[in-house]
């Protein structure tokens, strides 16, 4: 049973950094590509970043390419994936969601959420 642990959300004041942590356990992330998204109140779940086995990582929205950077560690039977995010903002507040996929069109597996609140 694959599961995916998010760490390291909190309240921090806008200009400042935060680190998010996803622990995947209870499979074979070989291959697999895992990744970052956020869904703030009454708004749709967002997609930020996404990294592949090798590397290869990917950060989609214009509103945080240049202060949020994602990154992974595989070990033989887990697998952390970080999202560093800097000069965070007011609007960066939501709730943030690690994923798994074998293809990042359709995800196959969700985090439990993690809260991040920028204050002014």
């Known amino acids: 049973q694959v599961q995916l642990v998010e760490s390291g959300g909190g309240l921090v004041q806008a200009g400042g950094s935060l680190t998010l942590t996803c622990a995947g356990s209870?499979?074979?992330?070989?291959?697999?590509?895992l990744g970052w998204f956020r869904q703030a109140p009454g708004q749709e779940r967002e997609q930020l970043a996404a990294i592949s086995w090798s590397g290869i990582s990917m950060i989609y929205p214009d509103s945080v390419r240049d202060r949020f950077a994602i990154s992974r560690d595989n070990a033989q039977n887990t697998v952390t994936v970080t999202l560093q995010m800097n000069s965070l903002k007011p609007e960066d507040t939501a709730v943030y969601y690690c994923?798994?996929?074998?293809?990042?069109?359709?995800?196959?597996?969700w985090g439990q959420g993690t809260q991040v609140t920028v204050s002014t």
């Open positions: 994923a798994a996929a074998k293809r990042w069109s359709v995800i196959d597996y």
């Open positions: 209870g499979g074979s992330f070989k291959d697999i590509y």
